[in-house]
């Protein structure tokens, strides 16, 4: 009878876990849990920094793009120190260095096109009587743009030079 008890009191021994064990186990679970929840909270608030960063940068690319592929078509050249809403008369042209607006002739049409910084964004304006609109997104901030202009009045044995300067 005694080999009985013992060998019963064995098997319970060794059927579960203790109330201390379930609870250091639990214990270590939620810690790591824990620990894990904040490095995916950190991580998808990461991703979301470095997507909306990728999505600005883009969208500055592509104005930038656009700008440069204009003012390489263009011709008639004007840079000016100040953001007046007035275009000057086509065929006018005018070097500066560090300017803050540019207008010139799209092309080989009589059409002006030009581009300043204002408010933060870059904006274009066509022709002398439309409006000056965004080309950059609300969430890109522009700080400074500048635009050196020289050799303007160049005839055809030479080529105008024109850089734009941007901090955003």
């Keep these: 009878m005694s080999l009985s ?5 064995r098997i319970s ?6 109330l201390v ?3 250091v186990s639990l214990s270590v679970f939620s810690v790591i849990m824990l620990i894990s929840t904040g490095v995916l909270l950190i991580m998808i608030d990461a ?21 440069t592929r204009e003012i390489r078509t263009g011709r008639n050249y004007n840079c000016y120190q100040d953001v007046a809403n007035n275009f000057p ?32 964004h870059i904006e ?19 700080r400074t743009c500048e635009l050196d202009v020289g050799q303007s009045d160049v005839n055809d044995s030479g080529q105008p030079i024109v850089e734009v300067h941007v901090v955003g």
């Design 5 to 9: 008890f013992q060998h019963r009191r």
């Design 13 to 18: 021994k060794k059927g579960g876990f203790t």
């Design 21 to 23: 064990e379930l609870m």
């Design 47 to 67: 991703n979301a920094k470095s997507q909306a960063l990728y999505s600005s940068y883009s969208n500055l690319a592509f104005a930038l793009d656009s700008i």
């Design 89 to 120: 008369s086509n065929g006018e042209v005018n070097d500066c260095v560090n300017g803050a607006m540019i207008v010139f002739n799209r092309g080989w049409s009589e059409e002006q096109m030009g581009y300043r910084l204002a408010l933060g």
């Design 124 to 142: 274009q304006k066509l022709t002398a009587g439309g409006e000056w609109r965004p080309i950059t997104a609300d969430e890109v901030l522009i």
